[in-house]
């Protein structure tokens, strides 16, 4: 694999200060990775709506660090302070570092600057909404900003390749959040482009029917996770049904990207349940096995699939690491199916909590400011 075209270009002009806000949102899997091997390659390709309105707005402000501390080649380190919603955030720290840590060869000028990050989210801070994704794809953007003012010639194309693959370093999921609205990351012979490395943008025409596609986020356990996600994945080493898994999951990536371009809603409805529920069955035959659905999960599960049959919808749902529910449905549906889960499933939720959102198209620069 050719890591060497992400190695940062020799500097041209140092700059003093520089700030970058950029908004990046979350995505939603279709097809699920979930196994991966060293260092962050994914055991099978996956494929992502990215959302709209679930997202995170990071600013970092760059801070050149003065000569007498640049010249002591023997204390490389790299120094940051992180805020998250105005307060500092000493305990968000070790994550933020290991991924400086991981990225520091292809972004050499880390060492260089102070950095002071500072992050929110749209979502409620404990919504259970994984904030991995959206917070690492927003800091690796505005590094790429800061990489552009120093080696000015730069593409966007390039700009979103490595910001893609430097997020891909701090959380797999991260890499699909830069573009939109569909992104696959992990090679994949039906996929044009495809790469281990970094997400691409779904590269074929998709069918109208998934245009603006609507997913509504509900919030039935907006507490800590007994298991991450990283524990859940290395739990895939030795696991006795992840060969099969990982086989089936390029599979079914190669079926849904049919579908995607022919937009036969039936099979695209089987196919994301189906995932949803592997990926749980894989955590319940894991060894600790565990459980992430709650009760509620499988009353909202079972009330969809009513409404599906009796109101002859073409809603789905789908699940992350978590016990929440992603409700999938076409645009078309969005008035019915928004007074259904306002009447019929909110009732399941933490505090009758959910987030409305659809299909985005990434990230978005707020501002770009160098002195
Ligand atoms: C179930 O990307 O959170 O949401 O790479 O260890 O940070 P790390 O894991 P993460 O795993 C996401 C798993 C998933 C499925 C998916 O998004 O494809």
Known sequence: ????????????????????????????????????????????????????NCHTITTVDFARKPHSEL???????????????????????????????????????????????NSENSFPHSSGIASSASGLSAIAMCLMSLEKELCAELSTEFIHKKASFLARLGSGSASRSIEGPLVVWGEHSEIEGSSDLF???????????????????????TGEKQVSSTVGHKLMINHPFAENRFKQANENLGTMSKILQEGNIKDFISLVESEALTLHAMMMTSNPYFILMKPNTLEIINKIWEYRSAENSAICFTLDAGANVHVLFPEREKEKVNEFIKNELALYCDNNQYLCDQVGVGAKMLLNERY
């Open 71 to 117: 010249d002591l080649e023997s204390e490389k380190v790299v120094t940051f302070n992180l805020f998250f919603e105005g307060k500092q955030k000493d305990d968000f720290k070790p994550k933020i570092a290991e991924f400086f840590k991981r990225i520091q060869t292809y972004c050499p000028y880390i060492f260089e600057y102070k950095m002071t990050i």
């Open 1 to 52: 694999m050719n890591t060497d075209q992400f190695l940062a270009k020799s500097q041209l002009k140092p700059i003093d200060k520089a700030s970058f806000t950029w908004q990046t949102p979350s995505n939603i899997a279709l097809v699920k990775y979930w196994g991966k091997s060293n260092p962050q390659i994914p055991k099978n390709a996956s494929i992502s709506f990215t959302l709209h």
């Open 199 to 221: 997400g691409v943008q779904f590269p074929y025409k998709v069918h109208s029917v998934f245009e603006n596609y609507q997913d509504v986020i509900l919030l039935v356990d």
